[in-house]
């Protein structure tokens, strides 16, 4: 009896269900699409060590990235400030030549996140079919669903006929919602948000919306304790269930079912899986600009974030130097 995944990394399923589609017959399965329940903005990014307050290390991981701080030796200082300052132009999004708290917290937030924008970044061509550098839903539909669409009576009795049926709408409201502008196409940040709706404020909502489609197995929109339980654990020949099934069931009467009425409704699974956590990147934003604001306004300049460029950078922006060279347009 094995523990299942209790929360989801809702992105991943795109993949699988594109590698099913274009499998030969007989390789196809049925996607795996449950996976980790409870998101946790920032996870890259934890608590800062009480012994970092004179090495800038926590710094310069949240600024830059953990890889990319890992090179900052390769380059003198001189050109340390160079490519820094090239990073605060792209931090200062509205161009009035200060970087407020706000535009520092969306920049470590993105920078932590970059392995998602590396992951549409590898994907992106399977999907964009005419290389407008957008991705339409029809182009989406038939990079995913062009094989069971094209060969309905393959799937007719199958289990999978269910799955796809099922999967589609539900991934054409998902793409409505992350297709902000409504125009039907999807730029790479609209795309971005349709793969990783768990990363993105405005996809909140569908993130606990699937979530409840998943574990609601009686359709009465709700989730049981029964049906939390078997979202994560399946019974094998009726044993009898391990401890830490037993500690899930308490935890689902003493701290999901808030309102002790036996289910849990939307905003109860919101509060489970949307957990509001400490935002580390919002201190740490708020950290750098006080050490950094000089005169105290409450924002930096590029001259005072270059006067302390030891502490966002030190020597290590050699990678992401690089790259901001090369107009990566995921970050």
Known sequence: MARGGRGRHLGLAMGLLLALVLAPPALRAKPTVRKERVVRPDSELGERPPEDNQSFQYDHEAFLGKEDSKTFDQLTSEESKERLGKIVDRIDSDGDGFVTTEELKTWIKRVQKRYIYDNVAKVWKDYDRDKDDKISWE???????????????????????????????????????????????????????????????????????????????????????????????????????????LSEREQFSEFRDLNKDGKLD??????????????????????????????????????????????????????????????????
């Open 266 to 331: 939307k905003d109860e699974i919101r509060h489970w899986i949307l957990p509001q956590d400490y935002d580390h990147a919002q201190a740490e934003a708020r950290h750098l600009v006080y050490e950094s604001d000089k005169n105290k306004d409450e924002k930096l300049t590029k001259e005072e974030i270059l006067d302390n460029w030891n502490m966002f950078v030190g020597s290590q922006a050699t990678n992401y130097g690089e790259d901001l060279t090369k107009n990566h347009d995921e970050l």
């Open 139 to 245: 182009e989406y539909k038939q990079a995913t669903y062009g094989y069971y669409l094209g060969n309905p009576t393959e799937f007719h009795d199958t289990s999978d006929h269910h799955t796809f049926k099922k999967m589609l709408p539900r991934d054409e409201r998902r793409f409505k919602a992350a297709d902000l502008d409504g125009d039907q196409t999807a730029t790479r940040e609209e795309f971005t948000a349709f793969l990783h709706p768990e990363e993105f404020e405005h996809m909140k909502e569908i993130v606990v919306l699937e979530t409840l489609e998943d574990i609601d197995k009686n359709g009465d929109g709700l989730v049981d304790q029964d049906e939390y339980i078997a979202d994560m654990f399946s019974h094998e020949e009726n044993g009898p269930e391990p401890d830490w099934v």
